[in-house]
């Protein structure tokens, strides 16, 4: 039985490779993809994720966009290292899959109950902390806490 999860990221070229290896496993079943500024802007990594996501023909995953920035610093981005895009190198066609209209946060307070460890994060915590903040206290016995960078 594949485990269910949801990716939280900020989608350069390094989350690009993870999140194509995830939805090429028959060990995962992603369910979803939270999107969030950090390699590059938050208009970037929402975009990327649906590049993505249709590169490996699953248009049916569905993203959800999140934070424009941490929630008590600045955005500090990474072009010099994922280009303008944050997938520069490949010329990647515009998606035509459509960004999901509910935020990221309120899809995942959405399975907290449901599936409570299903987020695998790959990108910096901006939405985990606003995440917290909706979920209440329950979280405090699930999330699986490393250093944040909110």
Known sequence: MA???IIDTDPGQDDAVAILLAL???ELEVLGITAVAGNVPLALTEKNARKICELAGRPDVK???GAIRPMVRSL???EEVHGKTGLDGPVLPEPTMALQERHAVDYLVGWRFVMPNALVRDGCE???RWYCE???PWL????PWSTPCW
Not at 140 to 143: F, K, S
């Open 3 to 5: 485990r269910k999860i």
């Open 63 to 65: 993203v959800h966009a």
């Open 76 to 78: 500090v981005t990474a």
């Open 24 to 26: 090429a496993s028959p």
């Open 126 to 128: 901006h939405l985990v």
């Open 134 to 136: 909706r979920a209440g």
């Open 140 to 143: 405090a016995t699930t999330w």
